[in-house]
């Protein structure tokens, strides 16, 4: 059997990460409240020279990680938007930090690891699921 981590509820992850980056010196706060028992929850670092969203993702194994989107504020906001338009239980952090720290203490994914294009990984789904 295999076992996972205990996930805490939203409410309570998002209460933590906010107490650390206040413990930290920077200015944190939700941007936008959804359901804090089982919502999801996204991540806007405003650094002093750049703008990131952290989404969170399972990765193989089933384990929650977090990809980075950097961009500018329109594009994240819009992208904000967009996910809130799908999901009304969508909570959203706001992180002022010039350092641009996240205090997410889950694994972060690096935005350079993939560079292919989406021929790429077209090509390779369809390796993958050939013989399904």
């Avoid at 941007?31 to 193989?60: C, I």
């Avoid at 992208?79 to 350092?99: G, H, K």
């Avoid at 203490?105 to 090509?123: K, S, T």
Wanted: glycine share 6%; net charge negative; with cysteine.
């Amino acid at each position: 059997m295999i076992s996972r981590p205990v996930q805490l509820k939203t409410g309570l992850w998002i209460d933590a990460i906010i107490r650390r980056a206040e413990s930290a010196g920077c200015f944190a706060l939700v941007a936008r409240s959804g359901d804090r028992d089982a919502g999801r929850v996204l991540v806007l670092v405003r650094g002093r020279n750049a703008q990131t969203l952290y989404v969170p993702e399972r990765n193989w194994e089933g384990i929650r990680v977090w990809r980075a989107q950097s961009g500018t504020e329109a594009d994240l906001v819009q992208l904000i938007d967009s996910r809130a338009d799908f999901d009304p239980d969508l909570n959203v952090v706001e992180i002022d930090d010039p350092q641009g720290r996240h205090f997410i203490e889950e694994p972060v994914l690096d935005p350079e690891v993939f560079q292919g294009d989406e021929a790429d990984v077209v090509a390779a789904a369809k390796a993958l699921f050939r013989d399904q």
